[in-house]
């Protein structure tokens, strides 16, 4: 059963990982200026994400998208805390350097319309490190996202250190209770 | 470590059997539950439910609920907690509910002292946050009085009663200046 769909966006196309993505995903994780990577990405670790990816869409916890253009993986589209019965989830975008903002920013806009009119979703929010995330900050604005919040000290970042985070959110019009939108 | 505490006027403690009607009374009242917000109890047995549920996320180390109780009456006048531990980040979700005469700057401070200490110093926390509600400005005056720092809004965080639930977020850093004062004082600013 195909837990994660296809969604096309002008250039390119956001598909489900597979297991012949291994390669692809240890490289996209093996640089270092994406928030929370690490240079010992293994294939071990890369396997283990392509399985959960699939046990989480099949629960509704989250979902893992490879963004493809031209038969190439990259970077990945992901949904984490996913919460139907709120409407919202927080996503993650991760992309090879040079990957051209404005495939980023289609490839954003078809995944949140295509969450919103196939799960209702209508609150997604990204979490991004102060000076270290304004490209991904210029792809979220474009797509309509605003900040909403600095939480102070929020991610542990070593033992003894913690960074800011900068909450960007877009919430749809709304549904409530069964009212159009 | 004890989980118990007290302070000058308030033991600040766990919860036993004997407190379902207690807790009944505290989360059956409209203005206690109405800056969470969550409808009031309207039999004991959602009490004697919470109870069980209490105990339960403690042993998960999700979350730890106290009672205060009045040292002079006995009266028990408000339930506090911290939830959602995380334990990665060292954060953790402190939430109050009180009688609404018992909602003052020093009465929160004297509490607020005792269960950030605890979670500070006992549980090596860092951050402490609390979700105010963005129509709720006396809570979020006494929150801020308190020394919290309002980091921004989570709008649309749930839907009740056909509203979404926007909240502000307060926090409370181990290394906030506030904090280090307030040890030194001991006590947090209670005017």
């Known amino acids: ?181 | 470590m004890n989980w118990n505490l007290k302070t000058d006027h308030y033991y600040i403690r766990f919860a036993h059997e004997n407190d379902i009607d207690c807790l009944y009374k505290l989360l059956s009242n409209k203005s206690v539950v109405k800056s969470i917000p969550k409808n009031p109890m309207v039999v004991e047995a959602q009490a004697m439910d919470l109870a069980r549920r209490m105990v339960m996320q403690f042993e998960a180390k999700e979350a730890a609920f106290w009672l205060v109780e009045e040292k002079d009456t006995g009266k028990i006048i408000a339930r506090i907690s911290l939830q959602k531990f995380n334990w990665v980040n060292a954060s953790a979700q402190l939430q109050l509910e009180v009688f609404a005469d018992y909602k003052t700057q020093a009465i929160l401070a004297e509490l607020i002292y005792a269960v950030a200490t605890l979670a500070f110093e006992d549980l090596s926390l860092h951050r402490l946050e609390w979700f105010v509600m963005t129509n709720d400005s006396h809570t979020a005056d006494l929150v801020s009085s308190l020394g919290f720092t309002r980091d921004g809004v989570f709008n649309s965080y749930f839907e009740f009663e056909n509203s979404w639930i926007d909240y502000q977020v307060f926090s409370l850093l181990h290394t906030d200046a506030v904090w280090q004062q307030a040890i030194i004082n001991d006590g947090l600013a209670k005017s």
């Open chain 1, 1 to 181: 059963m195909k837990f994660v769909a296809n969604v096309d966006f002008s250039g390119g196309q956001l598909r489900p990982l597979n297991n012949s993505d291994v390669d692809s995903i240890v490289k996209l994780y093996q640089h270092q200026t994406l928030a929370g990577q690490s240079v010992s990405a293994s294939r071990e670790h890369a396997e283990r994400m392509i399985s959960l990816s699939v046990q989480m869409a099949a629960t509704q916890r989250g979902l893992m998208w490879a963004i493809e253009c031209d038969g190439e993986i990259q970077g990945m589209l992901s949904l984490y805390d996913w919460q139907p019965s709120s409407l919202k989830t927080l996503m993650r975008l991760d992309v090879l350097p040079g990957f051209e903002p404005s495939l980023q920013v289609a490839a954003l806009s078809s995944a949140v319309d295509f969450l919103a009119n196939k799960y209702h979703l209508r609150n997604f929010s990204f979490q991004c490190l102060p000076n270290k995330d304004e490209l991904l900050i210029n792809v979220l604005e474009q797509v309509g996202f605003t900040q909403q919040a600095r939480l102070r000290d929020y991610r542990r970042i070593s033992q003894t250190e913690y960074s800011d985070i900068l909450l960007y959110n877009r919430i749809l019009e709304s549904v409530v209770a069964g009212e159009e939108k």
